[in-house]
Structure formats: C-alpha cells, structure tokens
C-alpha cells in the first residue's frame, strides 16, 4: 500500500467512487475485502503500535466510504461486501477478479517496467510445472528456453568479439605506447587512438556488440526478481541442498554469519564468463579492473536474495560460458588483419606488384 502526502500527513486518500477492493499483503499472502458496490473513497492512516518486539511498530487503519442513501427512522441498508483471506496466486486472483469485476491480480505489482515479462514468466513456470517439471526444473527449463530463442543474437556478438580479439592482440602494443606517451594529454591520446583505430579498421563503437547479451538479460532479470519476490509457488520447493527457493540458500552459520552456496555459485560463473570475453582495445585499464572485479559487487547485492533467483543467474551464466565454448569463428589466417607499414607494399594474391 502507498501512503503520499495526500490529506493528512501519513495519510492516502484515493477513489472517486471507483474502489474496487482494499486490502493488505505481505509477500505470500494477502486479506482483501470487495464490496458489491464500488466504494466511494479509500482512506488509510498510518499508527504506531507497541509491542514486545518493537516499541513502535508500524500499523494501518483504514476505511472504506461508501455511497449510502439516507435513511429514515426504522428503515435499514444492507451491503455486501466478498472476503479473500489466501495465498497471493495470479490465477486464483485474476479469477476472483473476472468474477468481481475487478483488477483484484493488481495485488500481484506486476506493473512498472518488467511488470509483462514477471507476469509471462510466472506462467511459463506454472507450466512447465504442470507438465511434471519441478519448479526449479521450471527455471532452469525458462532459461534454456531463452538462451535458446537469443542465440543467433548472442553467437553472433560471440563471434565478433573473437574475431576482434586477434586485432587486439596487434593493437595493444601501440595503444600502450600512446597511453604512456600522451598520459598527461587526453585529448592528444584520443586523438591517437582514433589514428590506431583507423589503421587497423576498427570501428570503436561496434565494440558495444559485446554489451547487447547483457543488455538482453536486464528486463528478463528483473522480470526474474519481480516474479520470485512474490511467487508462493516457489514457498517451500526444494532442489538439491535448497530446501525453499523463495529464501536464500543456508547450509550453515559461522559466527552468526550465513553461508550461502548458491550466490557463491553464481559468482564463480560470472567470474569465468568475465575471462573468456576478450577486453576492449579502448578500454583504460583501471576499467579493465572494474569489469574484471564487478562480479564480487553482484555477490553483495543478491547474496540474501532467494535461491530460486541465483538459480536463475546461475544456469544463465554456465549456458553463456558453453555459447561462448561452442561459437566458432573462421580459420584464424581469414581474420588475421595484415598491418602494413608505410614502406611496404601488398602483393596480389597473383603475385603482381
């Protein structure tokens, strides 16, 4: 529930004559009320409850206006109102909804920007698992599934970074000598670079090929983050040493200090698939270090996350280090690129000057 600056402080205020249902959630379950009529307004007021755990806990009061006639002595109104007390189930939502005539799946927050692919993954995953998979079998299965319908993008920006690879081997030389040259002189040391660029037929931009995997993965892993953050089914489900994908993946404590195997995992993956893609030519190399090291910063932001979602990553990682194992590029004399010094000439393939 949102609470702005809407009527008091710490209050939200919303409808106009269009509340649907109202209700509370936690992460896996949700206790909503819908009246037969729309009501009029919505209005919540934030308290602070004592208890033994925390003096000043956070609490909700709301209530629910609705549109009454006026009534006269001994006359009476009678309203109606359909309570759901359960788990926080698309379905089971999305009927109660259809049934109601009302957007009761809302409670979901599958909206925002990778609010569809959450919604499209939820159902894959239920899919997958009515036909006899488990849920972690149905992750990985999604994974697969998706590797698979972005291979030709991803071999293909595969294959170039391969092919670029050998020029950079003969490039490197020169851009040392430049950076070292020119290190006080930015604008100078550009200047070269683009010269070096040049002279080996590299287009520096087209060395951003090598993101698009990863620009790919974005929406599917917040649509992942989104779907799992939520998703009951996963409540409970083990695979292997996991016993709940919805929790992060505890085999043991040391010092009060949680040791979890999955995330380690997917660090490990992501370290490997780093190695195996060949640095860009323009690339300072303090940023070398940075990319080199970024996998230890996902290892602190998803270290607590839920084991389903590493899983995820995880898979996604090793199917990305087989791609980039099994993409071959022509025969290594096809890409090698000649460089020829101002002294030299070509010779045809005929043997003519």
Not at 10 to 25: F, I, R, S
Not at 64 to 83: C, K
Not at 232 to 248: N, Y
């Amino acid at each position: 529930m949102c609470f702005g600056s809407k009527g008091e402080r710490n209050n939200y205020t919303q409808g106009q004559g269009n509340v649907a249902w109202a209700g509370a959630y936690s992460r896996f379950f949700a206790q909503v009320t819908m009246p037969e009529e729309p009501g009029q307004t919505l209005v919540a007021h934030q308290l602070l409850v004592p208890t033994q755990e925390k003096p000043n806990r956070k609490a909700f009061e709301t209530a629910m206006a609705l549109n009454l006639p006026a009534l006269v002595v001994g006359q009476s109104v009678t309203n109606n109102f359909t309570v759901y007390t359960g788990p926080r189930e698309y379905k089971r939502l999305e009927s109660i909804g259809l049934e109601h005539g009302n957007q009761l799946e809302g409670i979901m927050d599958f909206g925002g920007w990778f609010g569809w692919v959450a919604k499209g993954l939820l159902m894959l995953m239920n899919w997958f698992n009515g036909v006899g998979l488990s849920y972690a079998l149905s992750i990985i299965a999604i994974t697969v599934l998706i590797k698979i319908v972005f291979w030709p993008l991803t071999a293909r920006s595969t294959r170039s970074m391969k092919k670029m690879a050998a020029v950079n081997a003969k490039m490197m030389p020169e851009i040392k000598v430049i950076r070292e040259r020119y290190k006080d002189d930015y604008q100078k040391m550009n200047m070269k670079m683009m010269e070096i660029y040049k002279k080996f037929g590299v287009n520096p931009l087209s060395q951003m090929g090598g993101c698009l995997p990863m620009l790919i993965q974005i929406p599917i892993f917040f649509g992942f983050f989104t779907m799992l953050r939520t998703a009951i089914e996963l409540r409970g489900a083990e695979f292997l040493w996991v016993t709940d994908l919805s929790s992060p993946d505890t085999v043991m404590e040391i010092a009060g200090f949680p040791i979890n195997i999955m995330p380690l995992l997917m660090t490990a993956t992501m370290f490997l698939q780093m190695r195996l893609q060949p640095p860009s030519p323009g690339m300072d190399p303090a940023q070398q270090a940075v990319m080199k090291y970024m996998p230890l910063m996902f290892v602190f932001i998803l270290y607590s996350a839920s084991a389903g979602l590493c899983l995820y990553w995880t898979v996604q990682n090793v199917l990305t280090i087989v791609q980039t194992k099994m993409t071959k590029v022509e025969p290594e004399a096809e890409n090698v690129v000649e460089v020829i010094q101002p002294t030299k000439k070509r010779k045809r393939k005929d043997g003519n000057l």
